[in-house]
């Protein structure tokens, strides 16, 4: 089940604590302090991974606890420092500290950002050792470690996303062009969760199908369209096999315009697909000459013709260099 959306509680690890230990010598039996330093407590830190699904792993475990520091030892050594706690979150994600209302977010792989710190170590006795005080007993504990609740959000980020009317072919198009392996189907709505996948280095995210009245909350909704927020460009498809492939596109840019303006300032490509299915040419050059009215870009494919595919590929890398 893909999850977007998360509240977790996490706590930084508390300092270990300084400790009062003696020196032994030959016939001293308190020959000092050398109670050592307790260690600093782990961090907890948020490093962004290219997996869109990792949040759901998380729905049952929403505590995250880093380490504590080790406790000071004899010989005036310090505790161990506690190991950081690394929690992984999708590329995309905006990280929201509840109680102060800081916003952070997480763009780029392998991204790494210090959510809490781990509390400073207790002082042990040989901290306390002075002039005055040759056997301190002093020591301190460990401070704690920063504690919060987090409201994890994820925008995923891609370079193109890819939108439609259900059946339109989207899914099939992102298995053809990049490494995805998302589910096709020959019935609307087989897309229930975004998918992503990658070609020369570029994102392109495949989104469930939208109708009419998505907005409403018709089909599967529309709250998907923030998934396609962080793109550079959109890539519309329509199935030929639509009656009316104007009325098709007016949908779509009209759901797009409900669920946020900006949408529609994106750049643009039309693709029109299952070419296969229709015998008369003639008539997808008419319906490309009354899109290219609309948009500039207005491209008709097959799945089936390989050379098609490679070309569009072509076409959505020159336009992303643009
Ligand atoms: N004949 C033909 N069929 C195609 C072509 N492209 C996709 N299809 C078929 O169209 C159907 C729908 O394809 P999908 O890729 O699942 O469509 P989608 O837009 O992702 O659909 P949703 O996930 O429901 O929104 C599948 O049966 C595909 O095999 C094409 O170029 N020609
Ligand atoms: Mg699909």
């Known amino acids: ?59 049952t475990k929403k505590e ?11 010989k005036s050594l310090h505790g161990a420092v506690g190991t950081d706690l690394e929690i992984l979150l999708p590329i995309g994600s905006v990280i929201t500290n509840i109680r102060s209302g800081e916003k952070v977010s997480l763009l780029e792989e392998g991204e790494k950002l210090l959510l ?31 504690e919060a609740d987090f409201y994890i959000e994820v925008e995923l980020v891609a ?89 098709a596109y007016k949908t779509i840019r009209k759901e797009l315009e409900q669920f946020d303006k900006e949408l529609l300032n994106k750049k643009e490509i039309v693709v029109l697909t299952k070419t296969d299915l229709i015998d008369d040419k003639k008539q997808i050059d008419k319906i490309i000459k009354k899109l290219e009215k609309k948009c500039p870009i207005v491209i008709a494919i097959s799945l089936y013709d390989d050379n098609e595919i490679k070309l569009l590929r072509d076409l959505f890398i020159k336009e992303l260099k643009k």
């Open 116 to 146: 809490l710190k781990g509390g400073a170590g207790g002082r042990g006795n040989e901290h306390y050792k002075s002039s005055t005080n040759r056997s301190p007993k002093e020591f301190t504990n460990g401070w704690p470690g920063e």
């Open 159 to 247: 370079d193109i996303g890819l939108i439609g009317l259900p059946n339109a072919g989207k899914s099939s198009l992102l298995n053809a062009i990049t490494n995805a392996n998302a589910k096709v189907g020959a019935h609307p709505f087989t897309t229930l969760e975004p998918n992503l996948g990658e070609f020369y280095g570029y994102i392109i995210s495949d989104i469930p199908g939208l109708i009419e009245g998505a907005s409403e909350g018709k089909g599967l909704g529309h709250k998907f369209l923030k998934h396609i927020r962080r793109t550079k460009m959109l890539v519309h498809l329509i199935s030929l096999e639509n009656e009316d492939v104007e009325g």
């Open 1 to 59: 089940m893909f999850i977007d959306e998360l509240k977790i509680h996490a706590k930084a690890g508390d300092g270990g604590d300084g400790v009062v230990r003696w020196r032994h010598e030959k016939g001293k039996e308190f020959a000092g302090p050398s109670g050592g330093d307790g260690g600093y407590g782990g961090n907890v830190i948020a490093t962004a991974v290219r997996d869109s699904q990792i949040l759901s792993k998380y729905r």
């Open 64 to 74: 995250f606890v880093a380490e504590r520091g080790g406790d000071g030892m004899k």
